[in-house]
Nanobody, 115 residues
Framework: QVQLVESGGGLVQPGGSLSLSCAAS????????MNWYRQFPGKERELVAT????????GYADSVKGRFTISRDNVKNTVNLQMNSLKPEDTAMYYC????????WGQGTQVTVSS
């Protein structure tokens, strides 16, 4: 079965950094694009970053471009989100995602940016 497990969330001060990781299993990881989404309370999940099968192509929401970097390791079956220059408005649950016929989600990891 498809499994996505996020880790790395926590509490960080504004301007700080966090690195999120998603460990994937149960599917051919290298065959699919991977995504990071985030969700604010009471809001729909929004796409933060996406990365192609090979990792050669990436895309970012305007709100995080220049601050976040998505990467993947197709040997370890992991996708990473390096978050720098964090702002309080980045506070959200962050989810790893892939799509093949439907959306698959991890359990989420909480990122809180606060003084």
């Amino acid at each position: 079965q498809v499994q996505l497990v996020e880790s790395g969330g926590g509490l960080v001060q504004p301007g700080g950094s966090l690195s999120l990781s998603c460990a994937a299993s149960g599917f051919i990881f290298s065959a699919y694009a991977m995504n990071w989404y985030r969700q604010f309370p009471g809001k729909e999940r929004e796409l933060v970053a996406t990365i192609s099968r090979t990792g050669r192509t990436t895309g970012y929401a305007d709100s995080v471009k220049g601050r976040f970097t998505i990467s993947r390791d197709n040997v370890k079956n992991t996708v990473n989100l390096q978050m720098n220059s964090l702002k309080p408005e980045d506070t959200a649950m962050y989810y790893c995602n892939t799509k093949f016929g439907r959306d698959y989600w991890g359990q989420g990891t909480q990122v809180t940016v606060s003084s």
